[in-house]
DNA sequence: CATCAAAACATAGCGACGCTATGTAATGTG
DNA sequence: CACATTACATAGCGTCGCTATGTTTTGATG
């Protein structure tokens, strides 16, 4: 009994947001509108103001890298596939380093929780299977060993992308991933052998 | 042949504006001198505008967290001095969160970049320490090492502090620096001993 | 010590920001 | 078809960072 809104128009803005952060121009509500055909209010009417619209866009990057990471496919190694997926992780990252800043600049309120999720259940499901194929130890939990990849993965990817180091420091993910599945049980030389395989064409950067 | 600045403006103005950050007001140009007998223009005058503030602001930031790392003391026992310098990191991120994340918002044009520096040199001659004392092989490089440590420290603190980690998540910091020191030569059970005395009272949160 | 240029300082106003109030047009429902 | 309800457009409010303008202070100079 009234009026229905057009998906399309959502989609519009937040496609024409996540490239106006992408180019770098200031993403306002009035620029974002400007040239769109649409007015200030459609903002409101699909996201509830501008804070809403910057959680919505949250959201985006999150699919985008769980699209990403999807992306990696899983071979006979899962020690190489984990090194792939941290090194997915990072090209997302540093190929879209504003919107990466966005998804963890405060705020956590996802519309959809899963999103998030989905990205830790890719590692968590890798580690598992390196336990089941007797490289990690039988003690080794899979969420815990999956958080820590994670956070070798963000702060390399933060450091990296809006901060200090250089892009060459992206080496560093080799050695730190290699030290930490090792100490999950994997023999050391296969294990670098595993995680340079995966890390692959990132290194030269 | 003019009248100088006094700098006990510029300090009062970068206190509160800290302090402003700690208290979660929003610290915008009138904010931040109403109340302080200074116009607007004193902002102007001191730091050419809001971004130069935040520039000074996040140098400030380097500063405690260089004062804080000041404070722990050098033990017999680098591999413990290291893990007390990660546990210290952590701590002065998580009780100036918004202050941190100012450090790392974007642009490190700092005034002093030996401050950013200085914090990191303390990592490097802590490894230099364990090199000599027989605990890490001789072929690690300290600089490569210290960022690889500040790699983990600031990805926890950034995961935790601002994101979606919550703060018992800082005992991921044990496993991660024992990983890594046992690969640069440590003897694991012995390292794994240091790096808890070293991240300390850090574990209960 | 008087002078004066230069810099600090106060005030007012500009353009742009996010947001909301108000009016209008469109549309799904009874 | 009629109507209620919602999307949508416009205008305006308060605040933002910043700058133009005028005033006051001050430190070097003759």
């Known amino acids: 009994m009234a009026r229905t809104k057009d998906p399309a128009v959502r989609s519009l803005l937040l496609d024409r947001a996540a490239h106006m952060l992408s180019a770098r121009e ?5 620029t974002l509108v400007a040239g769109t055909g649409v007015s200030t209010m459609a903002v409101y009417t699909y996201f509830g103001g501008m804070d809403g619209l910057w959680q919505a866009l ?5 699919t985008r890298l769980a699209a990403r990471l999807a992306t990696v496919k899983t071979s006979a190694d899962p020690v190489r596939d984990l090194a792939a997926l941290g090194a997915a992780y990072l090209a997302n990252a540093l190929e879209n380093p504003d919107l ?11 519309e959809d929780a899963g ?3 989905a990205t830790l259940d890719r590692l968590v499901r890798a580690v598992d299977r390196a336990k089941t194929d007797g490289r990690f130890r039988d003690g ?3 969420l815990e060993l999956a958080t820590q990849s994670w956070t070798i993965g963000h702060g390399l990817a933060s450091l990296v992308a809006t901060g200090p180091l250089p892009h060459q420091a992206l080496t560093h993910g080799v050695p730190l991933l290699t030290a930490l599945f090792t100490s999950a049980g994997d023999e050391p030389a296969r294990c670098r052998r595993s995680v340079e395989r995966g890390w692959g064409r990132l290194l030269p950067a």
């Not at 990466?100 to 996802?110: K, N, P």
């Open 26 to 30: 200031p993403v306002t509500l009035r």
């Open 58 to 62: 949250r959201q985006e990057g999150f």
């Open 100 to 110: 990466y800043r966005v998804m963890f600049d405060a705020g956590f309120d996802l």
């Open 115 to 117: 999103a998030a999720d």
């Open 140 to 142: 080794v939990e899979p």
